[in-house]
T-cell receptor, first 114, second 113 residues
Framework: GAGVSQSPSNKVTEKGKDVELRCDPI?????LYWYRQRLGQGLEFLIY????????KSGLPSDRFSAERTGESVSTLTIQRTQQEDSAVYLC????????????FGPGTRLLVL | QQQVKQSPQSLIVQKGGISIINCAYE??????FPWYQQFPGKGPALLIA?????SEKKEGRFTISFNKSAKQFSLHIMDSQPGDSATYFC????????????FGKGTKLSVIP
């Protein structure tokens, strides 16, 4: 079946602009995660959605970052007033449930803020 | 504070050799330790995972060794092949927030013919 898809694959924006990144999880996966991967670094957890529960936003680095998910489908990660330090690969993952289920990652969106 | 320290940062191994990547953790509440493999332009993919009730887990050419007392775990790739060239990440999660993975910084492995 289809894996996790993300769009756009690449995004170049100017400092101060807002960007929206999209994630389509694997069908039937109730859990969805966003991670940030800076160059040469590991993945940083950003946010977690599980079904209709309140999301865990503990990893969001500032109030410029927000994310939404419609039911158990598409999620969007929004970065407002982008800064150069926001340049990174943003990865989305989904899993069947939350606890210790295998997370399946999408290919990521490469964001470059000029 | 980095909770999972991974080494080396990069590794070059001859084809047929053994690749060894090490990770150390600080949080004694961690109870799930997966390894992810990432090829350029792709997202990470789960390679193998271990829980602390066993000291070793083997899947094909890939083995995780786990030392609970030392708070260390390692990935061994036997008979390394050029197709194994990728970046490898160790990760850990704890029972309380077990969906939240804490990743190491990654090891770029190059297997040369």
């Amino acid at each position: 079946g289809a894996g996790v898809s993300q769009s756009p694959s690449n995004k170049v924006t100017e400092k101060g602009k807002d960007v929206e990144l999209r994630c389509d999880p694997i069908s039937g996966h109730t859990a969805l995660y966003w991670y940030r991967q800076r160059l040469g670094q590991g993945l940083e957890f950003l946010i977690y959605f599980q079904g209709n529960s309140a999301p865990d936003k503990s990893g969001l680095p500032s109030d410029r970052f927000s994310a939404e998910r419609t039911g158990e489908s598409v999620s969007t990660l929004t970065i407002q007033r982008t800064q150069q330090e926001d340049s990174a690969v943003y990865l989305c993952a989904s899993s069947k449930g939350g606890t210790k289920e295998t997370q399946y990652f999408g290919p990521g969106t490469r964001l470059l803020v000029l | 504070q980095q909770q999972v320290k991974q080494s080396p940062q990069s590794l070059i191994v001859q084809k047929g050799g053994i690749s060894i990547i090490n990770c150390a953790y600080e949080n004694t509440a961690f109870d799930y330790f997966p390894w992810y493999q990432q090829f350029p332009g792709k997202g990470p993919a789960l390679l193998i995972a271990i829980r602390p009730d066993v000291s070793e887990k083997k899947e094909g050419r890939f083995t995780i060794s786990f030392n609970k007392s030392a708070k260390q775990f390692s990935l061994h790739i036997m008979d390394s092949q050029p197709g194994d060239s990728a970046t490898y990440f160790c990760a850990a999660s704890s029972g309380a927030g077990s969906y939240q993975l804490t990743f190491g910084k990654g090891t770029k492995l190059s297997v040369i013919p």
